[in-house]
C-alpha cells in the first residue's frame, strides 16, 4: 500500500463514527445517547476500525442505538444488531430514539439470527460483552461462526471479561493467555490487545483463584481484542482471478 492510500486509509478510520446530538432530545434520550457514545469511544473507537461502507455486526447490541449511530452517521452501509431481550422497539415511553427510522438497520432479539447469516456477508463483528452473551456451552463453535460469517480481511472488536480480579467474570477462569489461544484457534490473527487493569488491592484474592497466574494476568479485569479474519491461498487466488467483490 502506497503512503498515499495508507494517508486516505487513515482518514477514513479515524472519521467520527458517532457524532452529532440528537435534534431536541428528550432526556432520557439524551443520556442513552452519550452512554452509546462513551462506549464507542472507549471500548472501539481506540482500535480505528473501517466503518466506512461496510457491514457491521453488532453482537449483544443492546437497544441498538450505538450502532445506529454507525450506519446514519458513520458511513456503514448496513448494521446488523443481535440482542436477547432487546428494548429498541418502537418509541418507548415517548423516547425520541426509534430505530425503523434508519435505513440500512436490522435489529434482532435472538442470537439464532447469527447461525442465519450466510458466511462471509459482513466487513466488522463489535461486541461489547463477549463473556456475558455467549454460555461457556459451546463458546468455541459460537467464535468459530462469527468468524465464519467476516469476509476475508475483515475485523472483529471483542471485549471480553477476565477471571483475575472477578470470580464472576470470563467464565470463573479465562485470563488474557486463554482467551488468546481461544481466538487464535478460531482462525483470527490478533491485530491489538488492550487490557483494562483493576485495583491492586484485589491481588490476593486474584492470586488465590489463579496461583499459577503471572500478575499480569490476575489483575486484568477485562480484555479488548482487534481482530483480523486473515485471507486464505484459495481466496487470494479467487482475488487474482475475479478482482476483489468486498463492499460492491
Given at each position: 500500500m502506497?503512503?498515499?492510500?495508507?494517508?486516505?486509509?487513515?482518514?477514513?478510520?479515524?472519521?467520527?463514527?458517532?457524532?452529532?446530538?440528537?435534534?431536541?432530545?428528550?432526556?432520557?434520550?439524551?443520556?442513552?445517547?452519550?452512554?452509546?457514545?462513551a462506549?464507542?469511544?472507549?471500548?472501539?473507537?481506540?482500535?480505528?476500525?473501517?466503518?466506512?461502507?461496510?457491514?457491521?455486526?453488532?453482537?449483544?447490541?443492546?437497544?441498538?442505538?450505538?450502532?445506529?449511530?454507525?450506519?446514519?452517521?458513520?458511513?456503514?452501509?448496513?448494521?446488523?444488531?443481535?440482542?436477547?431481550?432487546?428494548?429498541?422497539?418502537?418509541?418507548?415511553?415517548?423516547?425520541?430514539?426509534?430505530?425503523?427510522?434508519?435505513?440500512?438497520?436490522?435489529?434482532?432479539?435472538?442470537?439464532?439470527?447469527?447461525?442465519?447469516?450466510?458466511?462471509?456477508?459482513?466487513?466488522?463483528?463489535?461486541?461489547?460483552?463477549?463473556?456475558?452473551l455467549?454460555?461457556?456451552?459451546?463458546?468455541?463453535?459460537?467464535?468459530?461462526?462469527?468468524?465464519?460469517?467476516?469476509?476475508?480481511?475483515?475485523?472483529?472488536?471483542?471485549?471480553?471479561?477476565?477471571?483475575g480480579?472477578?470470580?464472576?467474570?470470563?467464565?470463573?477462569?479465562?485470563?488474557?493467555?486463554?482467551?488468546?489461544?481461544?481466538?487464535?484457534?478460531?482462525?483470527?490473527?490478533?491485530?491489538?490487545?488492550?487490557?483494562?487493569?483493576?485495583?491492586?488491592?484485589?491481588?490476593?484474592?486474584?492470586?488465590?483463584?489463579?496461583?499459577?497466574a503471572?500478575?499480569?494476568?490476575?489483575?486484568?479485569?477485562?480484555?479488548?481484542?482487534?481482530?483480523?479474519?486473515?485471507?486464505?491461498?484459495?481466496?487470494?487466488?479467487?482475488?487474482?482471478?475475479?478482482?476483489?467483490?468486498?463492499?460492491?
Amino acid at each position: 500500500m502506497s503512503l498515499v492510500e495508507r494517508t486516505r486509509d487513515l482518514a477514513r478510520r479515524a472519521r467520527a463514527a458517532v457524532a452529532g446530538r440528537p435534534a431536541a432530545p428528550d432526556p432520557r434520550d439524551l443520556a442513552a445517547w452519550e452512554a452509546a457514545v462513551a462506549l464507542w469511544h472507549e471500548v472501539f473507537e481506540p482500535f480505528s476500525p473501517l466503518i466506512e461502507d461496510g457491514e457491521v455486526l453488532e453482537l449483544g447490541c443492546a437497544d441498538g442505538r450505538m450502532l445506529g449511530a454507525l450506519v446514519k452517521q458513520g458511513g456503514a452501509r448496513r448494521g446488523i444488531g443481535i440482542a436477547e431481550a432487546a428494548q429498541w422497539k418502537g418509541q418507548a415511553d415517548g423516547a425520541v430514539w426509534n430505530s425503523g427510522a434508519i435505513a440500512g438497520l436490522e435489529l434482532h432479539d435472538s442470537l439464532d439470527r447469527l447461525e442465519g447469516l450466510e458466511p462471509g456477508t459482513v466487513d466488522l463483528v463489535l461486541c461489547r460483552d463477549l463473556d456475558g452473551l455467549f454460555p461457556l456451552d459451546g463458546l468455541e463453535e459460537r467464535l468459530a461462526r462469527i468468524h465464519a460469517v467476516i469476509r476475508p480481511g475483515g475485523e472483529a472488536i471483542l471485549r471480553v471479561g477476565c477471571a483475575g480480579p472477578d470470580a464472576g467474570a470470563g467464565y470463573g477462569f479465562m485470563t488474557p493467555t486463554a482467551w488468546t489461544a481461544l481466538v487464535t484457534r478460531a482462525g483470527f490473527e490478533i491485530v491489538a490487545r488492550r487490557h483494562v487493569w483493576a485495583d491492586p488491592a484485589r491481588q490476593p484474592g486474584a492470586a488465590r483463584r489463579l496461583p499459577q497466574a503471572s500478575d499480569d494476568e490476575r489483575l486484568t479485569a477485562d480484555l479488548r481484542l482487534h481482530l483480523v479474519r486473515p485471507w486464505e491461498s484459495w481466496e487470494l487466488d479467487r482475488v487474482r482471478e475475479f478482482g476483489d467483490q468486498r463492499r460492491r
